[in-house]
């Protein structure tokens, strides 16, 4: 019997590259409002919403279908609270729920502060200097690699090249941190310590050497992906490089 999959519940608040931001389909489900009232409102006060930040707007599956929601960030969120019916009626689960996006929102602060903290000290600056120059290496072999690809008869890589670069970021990244939901459309390289940087770095170079390894000895490039993947398993087995959690 298949196992069913569990569903992991939807932060309320996320960091959008340096922006804490939240949407107008989270605040539905959070308040018990119809999504569409909410995004009217929205578009009603889109003239003061702009002069707290631009308000952007996104493609989203919601109930099976594709509908447009709105990326919020606190000050928009705090104003469009203002604009709804009735709130100041319903009691204590509204105000749990206000609570909760106010401790989301001041986690995703407190966050950046500390990365604002660490990226003015030396001893961060100087590896992520070298994760960069690693990284370019890695890119460059990795453009190699999707060029090699192609030449053997890939379709996926010849129709979509930017998903080499992508899959290898991921694989570099996976080895070393756990990047929570809340943060998954952060940049995670400017919320990383300093180790991890280095961590990183490290990563990057083993997949690059691999690449260019299973290039030059003619290996499918199915085997070569495969060759990346397993080396970079190896050098974390031997190094005893822990998985931990990105802005623990």
């Known amino acids: 019997m298949a196992k069913s999959k569990v569903q992991k519940p939807t932060p309320l608040v996320t960091l959008t590259g340096n922006t804490p931001t939240t949407t107008t ?11 569409s009232y909410l995004v009217d409102v929205v578009r009603r006060e889109l003239p003061t919403l702009n002069r707290m930040g631009a308000t952007t707007f996104e493609l989203q599956l919601l109930n099976s279908k594709r509908v447009e929601v709105a990326v919020l960030n606190r000050a928009h969120y705090g104003y469009l609270l203002t604009q709804l019916r009735g709130l100041n009626k319903e009691g204590d689960r509204v105000r749990e729920a206000q609570i909760e996006f106010a ?3 001041d986690k995703m602060a407190t966050i950046l502060e500390g990365a ?11 590896p992520r200097l070298e ?8 890119s460059d072999a ?3 690699f999707i060029n090699y690809a192609i030449a053997q008869g890939s379709k996926g890589y010849r129709s979509n090249p930017e998903r080499g670069y992508i899959l290898f970021t991921k694989m570099a990244q996976s080895a070393v941190v756990t990047i929570p ?5 952060a940049n995670p390289r ?5 180790l991890q940087l280095v ?13 260019r390894d299973g290039m030059r000895r003619s290996l499918p490039y199915k085997d070569v992906y495969r060759l990346a993947k397993s080396r970079l398993a190896a050098w974390a087995d031997l190094f005893g490089v822990a998985i931990e959690p990105l802005a623990a």
Request: proline share 2%; glycine share 0%; net charge positive.
């Open 25 to 35: 389909a989270i605040i539905a489900t959070a308040l018990k409002r119809r999504h």
């Open 103 to 105: 401790v989301a929102f």
């Open 116 to 126: 604002k903290i660490l990226h003015r000290d030396d001893a961060w600056i100087a």
């Open 131 to 138: 994760l960069k120059a690693a990284t370019k290496h890695r």
């Open 142 to 144: 990795v453009q190699d």
């Open 181 to 185: 939901p809340d943060l998954a459309k």
């Open 190 to 194: 400017e919320l990383m310590s300093a």
């Open 199 to 211: 961590r990183l770095a490290q990563a990057e170079q083993v997949i690059d050497v691999a690449l």
